[in-house]
């Protein structure tokens, strides 16, 4: 189904921050240095620009990045980039997130001025926690989080792949500063759907937290590209190639459904795959693509201008069970 009014933006858990369902992950600006070198090539701060000025003229009003892409490299790529496109900080959203790891809760007001700096003149609309491997409780780190929010440093707060308890033990800890948690940001694909049946949505659900869907697209997988082409898996970065080599044989079935109902919609199969992450929820998840091409983004963009029927959605489901 075409919409004929632009798709509603979704509010980010009970906050009053709104984005659109599609957002873009800059994940990929890291590109070119240690993890992330491996894992996708380096992208010139004009083909970046290029990216988000594509994204932002297909509608998509917000972008995701974090401390460990790069260590302030895709932050400074996007703030460039948002800045090339005349976009002020105010028409924008940003969410950037910080590494727990080997630190302590007294690392978040530490680094804060860093993300700020890389970030440059554009603020932080949802900081998050980007893991739950810490030193210190999630209810030490939430009350961190809600001093920077205190004294106007960040918007609002999230985490990022932690399960339904420590989703819970945020949400309290927030709760008590006056605060709601935004967002959880997990893995969730057609071809990864463990947070249907580990607790995780059911408590999002609960709560009211927005669930951020990463890897939406299973790194590349759902575009089916590696699937009629597996030679270009040689050209893929090796951080990437093992993982998407192994899951070819068993998404071939539901990669063909999405390739069948990507032609009724004169859509792609990412498109498809997409589509059907932020509508079979209902309004529960928000995903964000990434994209190392404009072309990418402007698909990820496209897919906000229709709506699979709910047979369309329930065959695409039922393909994809076996990844629950
Ligand atoms: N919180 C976390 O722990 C966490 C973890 C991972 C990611 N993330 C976030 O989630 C975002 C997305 O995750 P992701 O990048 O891992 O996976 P993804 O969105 O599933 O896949 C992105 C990759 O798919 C390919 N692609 C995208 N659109 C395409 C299209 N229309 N046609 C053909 N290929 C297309 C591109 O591959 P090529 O570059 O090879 O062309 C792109 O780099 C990241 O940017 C990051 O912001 C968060």
């Known amino acids: 189904m075409m919409l004929s009014e632009p798709i509603n933006k979704r509010r980010l858990g009970q906050t009053e921050i709104e984005v659109t369902?599609?957002?873009?992950?800059?994940?990929?600006?890291?590109?070119g240095e240690g993890i992330f070198g491996m894992m996708f090539p380096e992208i010139s701060q004009e083909k970046m620009n290029g990216i988000i000025?594509?994204?932002?003229?297909?509608?998509?009003?917000?972008?995701d990045t974090a401390e460990i892409y790069g260590r302030g490299r895709s932050e400074r790529g996007l703030a460039n980039a948002l800045r090339a496109a005349e976009k002020k900080d105010d028409e924008v959203i940003v969410a950037t997130k910080w590494l727990p790891m080997l630190r302590t809760a007294r690392n978040i007001p530490r680094?804060?001025?860093d993300r700020l700096h890389f970030l440059d003149g554009y603020s932080i609309d949802l900081y998050m926690v980007h893991q739950p491997w810490g030193f210190s409780p999630p209810?030490?780190?939430?009350?961190?989080m809600a001093d920077l929010v205190q004294v106007g440093k960040i918007r609002s707060v999230g985490v990022s792949n932690f399960n339904a308890e420590q989703m819970r033990r945020a949400q309290m800890a927030l709760q008590k500063r006056g605060l709601?948690?935004?967002?959880?940001?997990?893995q969730y694909s057609l071809l990864h759907r463990k947070i249907e049946t580990n607790g995780v949505l059911a408590a999002a659900k609960e709560l009211g937290v927005t669930i951020t869907a990463w890897s939406p697209l299973a790194s590349g997988l759902l575009t089916g590209k590696f699937h009629k082409n597996?030679?270009?898996?040689?050209?893929?970065?090796?951080?990437?190639?093992?993982?998407?080599?192994?899951?070819i044989e068993r998404s071939r079935p539901l990669i063909q459904a999405l390739e069948?109902?990507?032609?009724?919609?004169?859509?792609?199969?990412?498109?498809?795959?997409l589509n059907w992450l932020i509508h079979f929820q209902g309004e529960a998840v928000v995903a964000i693509p990434g994209a190392s091409k404009a072309k990418q983004a402007e698909e990820s963009a496209g897919v906000m201008k229709f709506k699979l029927s709910n047979e369309e959605m329930n065959r695409l489901d039922k393909l994809s069970r076996v990844f629950r």
Do not use: C, Y
Not at 53 to 61: E, F, P, R, V
Not at 180 to 186: E, F, I, K, R, T
Not at 230 to 247: C, D, H, S, V, Y
């Open 21 to 31: 369902p599609i957002g873009l992950g800059v994940m990929q600006f890291a590109g």
């Open 230 to 247: 597996p030679e270009i898996l040689n050209q893929t970065p090796f951080g990437r190639r093992m993982q998407l080599r192994r899951g």
């Open 111 to 113: 680094t804060i001025s």
């Open 53 to 63: 000025k594509t994204a932002l003229d297909g509608g998509i009003n917000w972008f």
């Open 180 to 186: 709601p948690l935004a967002v959880n940001q997990v």
């Open 139 to 144: 209810e030490a780190e939430m009350d961190a």
């Open 260 to 273: 069948e109902v990507s032609i009724k919609h004169d859509a792609t199969p990412a498109q498809i795959a």
